[in-house]
């Protein structure tokens, strides 16, 4: 069946630094992929997202392509700050209308 | 502005009770999801309603049970909690064409 993989976690970059977050999946058809963030005690929002295979999804300084030759969809930002420091939901969209499937999670933790 | 708010935030009860947690929407979506959330498993997708009067099956909905009698609530249902039930829930609302937009979450300890 359709499953999502993330990198584990939790993952500590200092302030500035370079992030990858690793997502890769397998699905029939071709799924709307998502990076969703959530924050310490709060609801998932929505981050970025793409729709079809070499779309680029991109918000508040992260990117991630959906590359349907590899099945993967890496979150990447070029410099972290402290206020990024929140899990990271990879998630995959089955059919049109919001049912989605999550990978497991990646914490996140920036230092100063 | 349009949200998704569940209730309570926070709940504790024994087990063997029924336990029912609230989600209400004001987007007007017609899709609505109940998922949990437990470590190292992400968010599994517990039941879903595409509609009045529709509801189906996720991943994980045995214990579980819900209704969808309007467009804006989808009421989840614990018949009879278990340990195995102490989660953190959220719901979720979406149309065919979005993404979906979650709530804050309800914290259920099971004791």
């Known amino acids: 069946g359709d499953s999502v993989t993330q990198m584990e976690g939790p993952v500590t970059l200092s302030e500035e630094a370079f992030l990858t977050i690793n997502c890769t999946y397998t699905?029939?058809?071709?799924?709307?992929l998502f990076w969703y963030v959530q924050y310490p005690g709060e609801g998932l929002q929505l981050l970025l997202k793409a729709t079809k295979a070499d779309d680029k999804g991109s918000n508040k300084g992260f990117e991630a392509t959906y590359r349907k030759e590899t099945t993967s969809f890496h979150l990447e930002k070029g410099s972290v700050q402290v206020s990024d420091s929140a899990v990271y939901f990879c998630a995959l969209g089955v059919n049109q209308g919001g049912k989605l499937i999550f990978g497991q999670g990646t914490e996140l933790s920036v230092k100063p | 502005d349009a949200e998704i708010t569940q209730s309570p935030r926070h709940k504790i009860t024994e087990t063997g009770r029924q336990v029912t947690l609230a989600c209400h929407q004001t987007w007007n979506h017609n899709n609505m999801f109940w998922y949990r959330q437990d470590l190292g498993h992400g968010l599994r997708l517990i039941h879903y309603s595409y509609g009045v009067q529709d509801t189906n099956k996720g991943e994980v909905s045995d214990g579980y049970s819900v209704s969808r009698s309007n467009t804006e609530d989808l009421p989840l249902t614990l018949e009879s909690a278990a340990s195995s039930q102490t989660s953190v829930y959220f719901c979720?609302?979406?149309?065919?064409?979005?993404?979906?937009?979650f709530g804050q979450g309800t914290r259920l300890t099971v004791v």
């Open positions: 979720a609302s979406s149309t065919a064409n979005t993404e979906a937009f």
């Open positions: 699905a029939t058809g071709y799924p709307s």
